[in-house]
């Protein structure tokens, strides 16, 4: 039995073709329907899998440059405080360096007042020893030169 009642020839089919065509699309059908579901599902998971590691991936970047940002102002702080007691320890170094140049000032200058005072207090004794030898470093002056021996009070008096 024909479908079209027409003769086309080998286009015009069968009613029990088409019925077993039907079936069987029918089949076909209902299968990837109930298979879709699960396929989707699977496809989204496989999608949520791809993109969303990309989300968080991206997330994950986000909180390193996060992270990368507080660690650098963190490492500036500590670089300011770095110079800063840099600063202070070269103030302190120049405040020692005067005052143990002050110290040294004073102490040469108490030096070379002992020194002065020394040296006067031995110049004196020295003028007052050569005070009482110079007559008799006189006399004995004279009397190599005169070839006599002349006396120190035989000078005082002439």
Same mark, same amino acid.
């Not at 073709?17 to 209902?30: G, I, Q, T």
């Not at 004073?106 to 020394?118: F, K, M, N, V, Y």
């Given at each position: 039995?024909?479908?079209? $009642?027409? $003769?086309? !020839? $080998?286009?015009? $089919?069968?009613?029990?073709? /088409? #019925?077993?065509? #039907?079936?069987?699309?029918? =089949? =076909?059908?209902?299968?990837?329907?109930?298979?879709?579901?699960?396929?989707?599902?699977?496809?989204?998971?496989?999608?949520?899998?791809?993109?969303?590691?990309? %989300?968080?991936?991206?997330?994950? *970047?986000?909180?390193?440059?996060?992270?990368?940002?507080?660690? %650098?102002?963190?490492?500036?702080?500590?670089?300011?405080?770095?110079?800063?007691? *840099?600063?202070?320890?070269?103030?302190? !170094?120049?405040?020692?360096?005067? *005052?143990?140049?002050?110290?040294? /000032?004073?102490?040469?200058?108490?030096?070379?007042?002992?020194?002065?005072?020394?040296?006067?207090?031995?110049?004196?004794? @020295?003028?007052?020893? #050569?005070?009482?030898? /110079?007559?008799?470093? @006189?006399?004995?002056?004279?009397?190599?030169?005169?070839?006599?021996?002349?006396? /120190? !009070?035989?000078?005082?008096?002439?």
């Amino acid at each position: 039995m024909d479908l079209i $009642p027409y $003769p086309i !020839g $080998p286009l015009n $089919p069968k009613l029990q073709d /088409v #019925l077993v065509a #039907l079936v069987l699309f029918s =089949c =076909c059908f209902l299968f990837f329907v109930r298979y879709s579901a699960r396929i989707n599902r699977l496809l989204d998971t496989r999608d949520d899998l791809i993109h969303g590691g990309d %989300e968080r991936a991206e997330e994950l *970047r986000a909180k390193a440059r996060r992270q990368q940002a507080d660690m %650098e102002a963190v490492l500036a702080e500590a670089r300011h405080d770095a110079a800063r007691t *840099r600063q202070r320890a070269a103030e302190e !170094g120049a405040a020692l360096i005067a *005052r143990a140049r002050e110290e040294g /000032v004073r102490e040469r200058d108490a030096i070379l007042a002992a020194g002065r005072a020394r040296v006067e207090a031995e110049s004196a004794a @020295a003028a007052a020893e #050569l005070r009482t030898a /110079v007559p008799e470093l @006189a006399s004995a002056l004279a009397s190599r030169v005169v070839g006599e021996p002349i006396g /120190v !009070g035989a000078e005082r008096g002439s």
